[in-house]
């Protein structure tokens, strides 16, 4: 069974810096998908960012990045130039690219951006 | 464009009662997914669709059923309520898994089971 462990409960960051969520998963898979999603206090669920395991090149949306080390299972999510809109949780999801259609989520991670 | 709606927003219920949580989507996705997210355990899968007219159990089933109503709308019910169940829950739908499609949510059910 697939599991992801996301080990910081909570982070801080000032605005304007740059901060690191961490990420790694436990798979016998070789091809997969890693997502991470952001939910702000107003609850919705949102894509900031996906990975396909086949694929070396790290993802990279605007000021979002990651760094997917595959032989290490580890998937962090880099913010720069944080905001105070950044201020969410976050969550990793892990989903195989055979079998069953579930997206395994991990506990997430509160992010607070500090003014 | 609604996306994934959820209906209702919040409820509280006693021990013991029923009821269902409604889910549609218009964006044409043939997988629909209902998740539970308590404090320190993240999202747990409850149940999922593959497609119309299909069902499958997630991590937590336990007191639930779904009903995969036609392609649009996938709901969820609490037969017999407990305090347990107290959670936000939520709908999801995702195009294709081969296209590695994303999850998109609705906006969340809080419950509260008394």
């Given at each position: 069974a697939q599991t992801v462990t996301q080990s910081q409960p909570e982070m801080s960051v000032q605005e304007a810096e740059t901060v690191t969520l961490s990420c790694t998963y436990d798979t016998s898979e070789s091809n997969y998908y890693l997502f991470w999603y952001k939910q702000p206090p107003s609850r919705q669920m949102i894509l900031v960012i996906r990975q396909e395991a086949y694929k070396q090149q790290n993802a990279t949306e605007n000021r979002f990045s990651v760094n997917f080390q595959k032989a290490a299972k580890s998937f962090s999510l880099k913010i720069s130039d944080?905001?105070?809109?950044?201020t969410a949780m976050y969550f990793c999801a892990f989903m195989k690219a055979s079998g069953t259609y579930k997206y395994i989520f991990g506990t997430g991670t509160r992010l607070k951006v500090l003014a | 464009n609604a996306g994934v709606t959820q209906t209702p927003k919040f409820q509280v219920l006693k021990t013991g009662q029923s009821m269902t949580l409604q889910c549609a989507q218009?964006?044409?996705?043939?997988s629909m997914y209902w998740y539970r997210q308590d404090p320190g355990m993240g999202l747990r899968l409850i149940y999922y669709s593959a497609s119309e007219g299909t069902t499958d159990k997630g991590e937590v089933p336990n007191g639930y059923n779904v009903s995969?109503?036609?392609?649009?709308e996938f709901s969820l019910r609490l037969e017999s309520a407990a305090p347990s169940q107290t959670s936000v829950y939520f709908c999801a739908s995702s195009e294709d898994r081969l296209l590695n499609s994303p999850l998109h949510f609705g906006n969340g059910t809080r419950l509260t089971v008394t």
């Open positions: 944080s905001q105070l809109g950044d | 218009d964006m044409n996705h043939n995969r109503l036609n392609k649009r």
